[in-house]
């Protein structure tokens, strides 16, 4: 976070968020990813950098950055810990009450202090919630989220079984085929298609295809066909 804000990129102002391109009316059309994709292609070079991030098509952007380069694994190891601290409640308290209020303390904290970051707002504040640089907000909401569902979902499978965890149990159960078909058909009719033009063409493009993989999730597990390593 502190290289993020306070490193010199060049062509562009110091603690740059955008995903450059058209955005902003292309003032900083060749600074996507601010201090992030100035670090990969800088330390990586372009060429190892990867071409086609989630914005690039949106914002035409030709700068190549990595969602998942070297400043954002290091947030991203914040998130896994998080994670680990939920596992390590389940292990450490016999009791589901004990366990869900720590859960709950952990979705609040992180909750507030992400909302204290990004000003409760939508693009501003100190450190706005951003995921494809993995911004310390974006952690923070994440990880707060994840508390919360964590806890509703064990309360309502674990705790008192009203719900069996359908149809989400039938993705689990085939992961991997969906993770592979999901990155071969992605950009395939009816999965997706290349006429999206803003966030909320994609969330619906989004929807749909989450949709077509649980129902093919369903029906594997139907006929009994799973693919394992």
Known sequence: TCLTFSLDVPGCVRGYLGPGGASENGQYENCTGGAAGYIDRVILSSNHVYPHFSGSQLYRSNMPYDPEGILGCLTTIVLTWLGFQAGCILDVYGCWKARCKRWLIWSISLGSLSLLLCKASLNEGWIPINKNLWSLSFIL??????????????????????????????????????????EVAHSAFPFGWSTVVSHEDRLIVNIIGTTLWLVIAFYCHQIDFFVKI
């Not at 806890?151 to 993705?171: C, E, M």
């Open 141 to 182: 909401s994440t990880g707060a989220m994840a508390y919360f569902l964590i806890t509703i979902l064990y309360i309502i499978i674990d705790v008192f079984s009203i719900w069996s965890g359908v149809p989400f149990y039938f993705a689990g159960m085939n992961s991997i085929l969906l993770y592979i078909g999901h």
